[in-house]
Nanobody
């Protein structure tokens, strides 16, 4: 059974940093693409970043490129999202996802089958 459990969400001031963690079980990162979505209140869900399982290529949305870094610890089966230079518009619930299409060349991440419960990030001005 695939499980994704996020942690690390918090209230942080603009300009600050935060690291989200996602403990994955029931699969390995060689099996599935892994990544993060977010959804702000009243807004559509947005793919933030993902790592393709086939070649390890990494996608970032334009809104976070240069500020966020996705990484994995394969021994711990954990994926991280390091978020720096946070802005108020980064406020959202962040969801860990697995088993979907993660394409750097097409600049998209879609159709992820597995989702965590989400962790809230609030960036204050």
């Amino acid at each position: 059974e695939v499980q994704l459990v996020e942690s690390g969400g918090a209230l942080v001031q603009a300009g600050g940093s935060l690291r989200l963690s996602c403990a994955a079980s029931g699969f390995t990162f060689d099996d599935y693409a892994i990544g993060w979505f977010r959804q702000a209140p009243g807004k559509e869900r947005e793919g933030v970043s993902c790592i393709a399982s086939r070649d390890g290529s990494i996608y970032y949305s334009d809104s976070v490129k240069g500020r966020f870094t996705i990484s994995t610890d394969n021994a711990e089966n954990t994926v991280y999202l390091q978020m720096n230079s946070l802005k108020t518009e980064d406020t959202a619930a962040y969801y860990c996802v697995a088993d979907g299409l993660c394409s750097v060349t097409a600049s998209l991440m879609v159709d992820f089958a597995y989702w965590g419960q989400g962790t809230p990030v609030t960036v204050s001005s």
